[in-house]
């Protein structure tokens, strides 16, 4: 993963990141990094301005779906599966579809 994706674990967007990065304000395994184009893998300590910045692992949630809801990840109008988790990660989406009318579990990733 990019060195400037890894810091908006911390609620930065990534101009934000790149800044910080810019600015030597940023150090990966204790050394400063001004590269924000750098891989960094998960066993790398990054930190921005003394904050460790956790490697962003993945998430795999199953959730069984009622009737009456939409297996998709935004609607204006109607109730869909994100809409069921409270605060849900950012790009989570469903593995396949079940239609409106059915029951089930379903897989989001």
């Known amino acids: 993963m990019r060195l400037d994706k890894r810091i908006t ?3 930065l967007t990534r101009a934000q990141a790149k800044r ?3 600015r030597g304000e940023v150090r990966v395994n204790g050394e400063v990094e ?3 184009g750098r891989i960094v893998t998960e066993a790398d300590e990054v930190r921005a301005q003394g904050t460790a910045a956790a490697a962003a692992g993945h998430t795999h949630l199953m959730l069984f779906k009622p009737a009456g809801v939409l297996t998709a990840t935004r609607d204006g109008r109607e109730t869909t599966v994100l809409d069921l988790i409270p605060a849900p990660p950012r790009g989570l989406g469903p593995v396949g579809r079940l239609d ?7 897989l989001l990733t």
């Open 34 to 36: 001004r590269d924000a």
């Open 9 to 11: 674990a911390l609620g």
């Open 20 to 22: 910080l990065i810019a």
């Open 100 to 106: 409106k009318d059915v029951t089930g579990l379903i």
